[in-house]
């Protein structure tokens, strides 16, 4: 399954660095590179998720990887100890060998002398004993006599029956050794399977985790030459738009008016209201399309809501507060319903400018810089006439 992941990301790979040199090569028109610049965040954004993917299988691997190092070390511990475990068994096994060859050896000594003690009462014949019982002076003396006899033979029946359990029970030891070192050696030899195993799932692992680092360096390098290439079109592109810029303020100084968007200059001269407030709408509108920056007031650098509104209407010679929260006090409120263009409409921590037929242009977001956009978005609190 993980081979087909890591050949799937390399056709991925491969058609991403295809589409990446394929398109606009030689993009010269704004229209052009914002596609361009949007065709190559898409696949960058592709590139990214796949990057993340791999990692995440990396991560997981890494994981296993340590889990199987850990048991490995476990492993041949447990064969160290079971090597020490029979190398104890087999002392004992010798002890035990050397104690029952003893037992075995007094055994069959005792077992001789009994022998040769009965063939010597029976050579001698009973005559001999009886005569010994007859020269006696005494029946104490015959009682005696006959005692002597018999706790003779009883001590060697008894010695003889010691030696014998004393061998048995040392067998019964040597052989339960033995099943002990074979159950060791049993355990030993599973665990060395278990050794050869793991050894194999590591090489394997390890296989894998050297796989996902060539597929991670290269989709790296992929992101990398998107993310240049991106730069670049993003430089082109703003000094493209600064270039549209200057011409449109060089147009505007020389004939008062300003250069925007046709659908948006119709929503300005469609809507009611001063010929100055529209003024201020198509001023601010031919700044769609740059930055957003917190704190900054900028109309071509960059600007957030209220530099964006702030700046506008110094340029037309008033002066507003600088945030969005005093704003919301600056000139008179009137309703929304009778907002004309160069209106301010603010919201809660925002501030927008009005154009006209329900449309704003404002300072959006570090994403997507200054825009037009629907008044109603959000909720509106207040709307403010400054002119």
Known sequence: MKKKMIKLVNCILVCLLVFYLAIYPDAATIGQLQQNIEANNNALADVNAMI?????????????????????????????????????????????????????????????????QIQFM????????????????????????????????DYGRNLLNEYEETKIQVGLLWESLEAEKAELEAAQAEMETQKDYLNGLLENLRQQSADYDAQLARARQEANLLKTKIKQE???????????????????????NYTVNQSV??????????????????????????????????????????????????????????????????????AYKDAQPGDLICYDGHVALYIGQGYIVHASTAKTGIKLGRAEYRTILSVRRII
Do not use: H
């Not at 190092?69 to 050397?98: F, R, W």
């Open 265 to 334: 200059a119709q929503i300005i001269s469609g809507a009611s209201g001063s010929d100055l407030g529209k003024k201020i709408a198509q001023y601010a509108c031919q700044y769609i399309g740059n930055p957003y920056v917190s704190g900054g007031t900028s109309l071509t650098k960059g600007a957030d809501c209220s530099g964006f509104t702030y700046r506008v209407y110094m340029d037309f010679g008033y002066s507003i507060p600088r945030t969005s929260f005093s704003q919301r006090s600056a000139g008179t409120e009137v």
């Open 122 to 153: 029976y050579e001698r014949g009973d005559a001999d004993y009886l005569a010994a019982l007859f020269d006696a002076d005494s029946y104490d003396e015959v009682l005696n006599q006959l005692t002597y006899m018999e706790a003779m033979y």
């Open 52 to 116: 993340m993917g791999l990692e995440d299988e990396q991560d997981l691997l890494d994981e296993q990887i340590s889990d199987a190092d850990a048991e490995l070390v476990n492993t041949m511990t447990e064969i160290g100890l079971k090597e020490e475990e029979i190398e104890t068994k087999k002392g004992e096994i010798s002890v035990a060998q050397a104690e029952y060859d003893a037992a075995k050896a007094q055994e069959e000594a005792q077992y001789n002398a009994m022998v040769w």
């Open 234 to 256: 993003q430089a082109q592109l703003k000094q493209l738009q600064d270039e549209e810029r200057r011409k449109a303020a060089a147009a505007a100084a020389a004939n008062g």
